[in-house]
Nanobody, 126 residues
Framework: QVQLVESGGGLVQTGGSLRLSCVVSGRSFSNYGMGWFRQAPGKEREFVAGISWSGGSTRYADSSKGRFTISRDNAKNTVYLKIYSLKPEDTAVYYC???????????????????WGQGTQVTVSS
């Protein structure tokens, strides 16, 4: 059974930073790409960042470039999302996901991901 557990969310002031973590169990973590998505109230879920199975390739949404950094530690079965200079518009539930197929390119589309975590809330106060 594949499980993804996110952590690291919370309430932070504008300009602060957070590091989200996602631990994966139940599959060969190092064979699969990972992605972070977010969903704000009343909005659709959107892609934030993705990383390839090896960590050698990353991809960011245009709105994420410059303030978000995705990384992974295959020895710890963990993917991270570091967010800098947080803004109120970053308030959302952040989800990690693992790709449907192994050894694939980094995708921005949700359908490329088969397993999802329960989400971690990030709230940025102004």
């Amino acid at each position: 059974q594949v499980q993804l557990v996110e952590s690291g969310g919370g309430l932070v002031q504008t300009g602060g930073s957070l590091r989200l973590s996602c631990v994966v169990s139940g599959r060969s973590f190092s064979n699969y790409g990972m992605g972070w998505f977010r969903q704000a109230p009343g909005k659709e879920r959107e892609f934030v960042a993705g990383i390839s199975w090896s960590g050698g390739s990353t991809r960011y949404a245009d709105s994420s470039k410059g303030r978000f950094t995705i990384s992974r530690d295959n020895a710890k079965n963990t993917v991270y999302l570091k967010i800098y200079s947080l803004k109120p518009e970053d308030t959302a539930v952040y989800y990690c996901a693992t790709t449907r197929a192994p050894y694939t390119i980094v995708s921005q589309t949700a359908t490329a991901y088969s397993y999802w975590g329960q989400g971690t809330q990030v709230t940025v106060s102004s």
